[in-house]
């Protein structure tokens, strides 16, 4: 699995907590979405533990519960543990259902519950329980290494549960194989939750129904999803849950929730599924394979409902239905305060059903789609104002790439507001670059007499350096280079390049 530079530069022990003070890795969460009294504190690279409880499937509860004498259960060690101590887990099956409970865990001396160096614990389902295989409703709790198979079982893998189910760490682990609503869960008010490096796949329901890798529940807050590999579920990769219907909790809608460089594919809905939900950072994600169902478009992101502040940037999303869905279904207030930013959509797929287009925005408020790169789409690069719940209010479409699209590099429809397009790049590689317009396909000077927009747009080949086309970087005689509109963005050279890569910095 391919990580980010920030988790390449610090060892995934010294990521316990979600975040660290604002002054210092801070820039790894916006601060807009992650303020400084939801930070987590940092701890030494190298935890050292007060005491070690051992266990093993073949030890004995009567034993000493060291390395040489380990626990047979777990739930023996768990009646044993205290802060600041761990329980290390030999190889082996185990049939428990691990139940977190409180025990007085703090920042300094967190509950470890992971598997020994170099074991192998596999929790195993499979008896019918409804029963979670990992029930944390305590604070502080840490679990790392661990295999938590449902088996077939109705039952989640994991869950953070109630108020007092805080600060929890699922690490490295490997989630798989149940039949309900997700194999990770944050409900019932738990809160500052960091789900980092795990596989989470095969959670599937019957027919229609959704079974999602990670679901974060209405009246939770302060998760982080990162470096994850999620994927072939029956639902979404990640859903964010809102108030409105469907298997919610009575609350305000979920809020502050960041998803970064995971691996979101081949799940049977979407990659990721924001629904009213508040303060939302999707970074750095690899998300690809999501096709067109009768429950979904095949969207590699979609944000619908009544989202707000909403943040999707740095993002690679390409071999899907649909790239990314901005509005749509709207229940309330539709999306509103979106921004689009240095993502990378390609390679979009429209056979069986599926429209193959690249970004869209439907019925949203105030949405900013600046710097990206859209690329070979079966259809649309960028469709704008198509809703049928209202109109697109507010889009600003600036420095954007948008070429090597079938139908055209922008479809606008006619339930549009105060919207606006300038210093994009335009490219069909097979002669004018193509824009459509009241079901009238323009070339660009058109385009600009029909909108009034687009004055230091370009119609020209991008060149993107060759070897690795789907980085899109400019070569040194890229016109995208230095070429954009100033934005707010910091950038390096004369200007901001036009699309998602910017060139010439250190």
């Given at each position: 699995m391919r990580r980010s530079p920030l988790l390449k530069a610090i060892s995934p022990m010294a990521l316990v907590g979600v975040l660290v003070s604002s002054a210092g890795v801070l820039a790894a969460a916006d601060e807009q979405h992650f303020a400084p009294e939801h930070a987590w504190s940092a701890v030494a690279a190298t935890p050292t533990f007060s005491r070690i409880l051992w266990v093993s499937?073949?030890?004995?509860?009567?034993?000493?519960?060291?390395?040489?004498?380990?626990?047979?259960?777990?739930?023996k060690a768990l009646s044993q543990v205290k802060p600041g101590e761990a329980i290390f887990l030999k190889s082996g099956t185990y049939s428990e259902r691990l139940r977190l409970e409180e025990k007085g865990g703090s920042a300094s001396a967190p509950l470890t519950l992971k598997a020994a160096p170099g074991a192998s614990p596999i929790f195993k389902g499979g008896t019918g329980s409804r029963t979670a295989l990992l029930d944390v409703r305590g604070a502080y709790w840490h679990v790392e290494g661990l295999t938590l198979d449902a088996a077939g079982d109705k039952a989640f893998a994991a869950i953070w549960r109630g108020v007092g189910a805080h600060h929890g760490i699922l690490r490295a682990?490997?989630?798989?194989n149940g039949t309900d609503g997700a194999g990770a869960y944050v409900a019932q008010q738990a809160h500052d939750v960091l789900i980092e490096g795990n596989s989470i796949s095969n959670f599937r329901r019957a027919g229609d129904d959704d079974s999602h890798g990670v679901c974060v529940q209405t009246n939770s807050k302060n998760v982080i999803v990162r470096a994850n590999d999620i994927h072939?579920?029956?639902?979404?990769?990640?859903?964010?849950?809102?108030?409105?219907?469907?298997?919610t909790e009575p609350g305000t809608p979920f809020d502050n929730l960041l998803v970064e460089d995971n691996d979101l594919h081949e799940n049977r809905e979407n990659g990721v599924d924001i629904k009213t939900c508040t303060r939302v950072t999707l970074r750095g994600n690899r998300i690809w394979g999501h096709l067109r169902t009768p429950s979904s478009a095949g969207e590699g992101?979609?944000?619908?409902?009544?989202?707000?502040?909403?943040?999707?940037?740095?993002?690679?999303?390409?071999?899907?239905?649909?790239?990314?869905q901005i509005g749509g279904i709207r229940e309330g207030a539709p999306p509103t305060r979106i921004v689009l930013r240095r993502n990378r959509v390609f390679d979009g797929y429209n056979a069986d059903g599926n429209d193959g287009s690249g970004i869209r925005v439907d019925t949203a408020i105030d949405v900013k789609v600046d710097h990206n790169t859209v690329w070979n789409m079966p259809a649309y690069g960028l469709i704008v104002g198509n809703g049928v719940s209202g109109p697109s209010q507010g889009v600003r479409v600036r420095n954007n790439i948008l070429g090597a699209c079938s139908g055209a590099a922008v479809r606008l429809g006619t339930t549009l507001q105060d919207t606006s397009f300038?210093?994009?790049?335009?490219?069909?590689?097979?002669?004018?670059?193509?824009?459509?317009?009241?079901?009238?396909?323009?070339?660009?000077?058109?385009?600009?007499?029909a909108t009034g927009w687009d004055a230091h747009s370009l119609d020209k080949n991008p060149a993107f350096l060759s070897g690795a086309p789907e980085d899109f970087w400019l070569s040194t005689t890229s016109p995208a280079r230095d070429a954009g509109q100033a934005v707010g963005a910091t950038y390096c050279g004369r200007g901001p390049d036009i699309g998602a890569r910017e060139s010439d910095c250190s």
């Open positions: 499937p073949s030890g004995q509860d009567t034993a000493a519960g060291t390395e040489v004498a380990p626990f047979r259960t777990v739930a682990s490997t989630l798989k072939h579920n029956s639902g979404d990769g990640v859903q964010c849950l809102g108030p409105e219907g469907g298997s992101v979609v944000v619908h409902l009544s989202a707000l502040d909403v943040t999707l940037e740095d993002n690679e999303v390409r071999g899907n239905g649909r790239g990314i300038d210093g994009n790049l335009y490219a069909s590689l097979k002669g004018a670059a193509v824009l459509r317009k009241d079901g009238s396909y323009l070339n660009l000077t058109a385009w600009r007499s």
